[in-house]
């Protein structure tokens, strides 16, 4: 029996640079750790985890969860903390897992 294989013989085409890989090194180079995006491309959201906050000692608050959010653009991905002020967009179901989303801002 003789082995086959295939093989493509097209050139692939180039791949893009990673819009959250440039992102993430601009940031660890920024001095203040707090990003704009110049050019806010989408990224999909792979995976939402919610977890407890941790809250202060003897603090009487309610229960409150915190996000995390990992997002890839095809190339990377990177796990981020979703900003609390961000929390509503998880509750209503605007941000969830299959959504693509820009990124504006990080820190």
């Not at 001095?31 to 704009?36: F, T």
């Not at 967009?89 to 897992?97: A, C, D, G, P, Y």
């Amino acid at each position: 029996m003789e082995g086959s294989s295939s093989c493509s013989s097209m050139p692939s085409a180039p791949r893009q640079p990673s819009f959250l890989l440039s992102t993430l090194e601009r940031l660890s180079n920024s001095p203040c750790l707090k990003l704009s995006a110049q050019e806010a491309l989408p990224v999909a959201v792979i995976a939402l985890q919610r977890y407890l906050s941790e809250q202060a000692v003897g603090q009487q608050q309610p229960v409150t969860y915190s996000y995390d959010v990992t997002v890839t653009d095809g190339s990377w991905r990177a796990k981020c903390f979703l900003h609390p002020s961000l929390n509503h967009l998880v509750h209503s179901n605007t941000l969830r897992t299959g959504s693509d989303i820009s990124v504006r801002q990080c820190s």
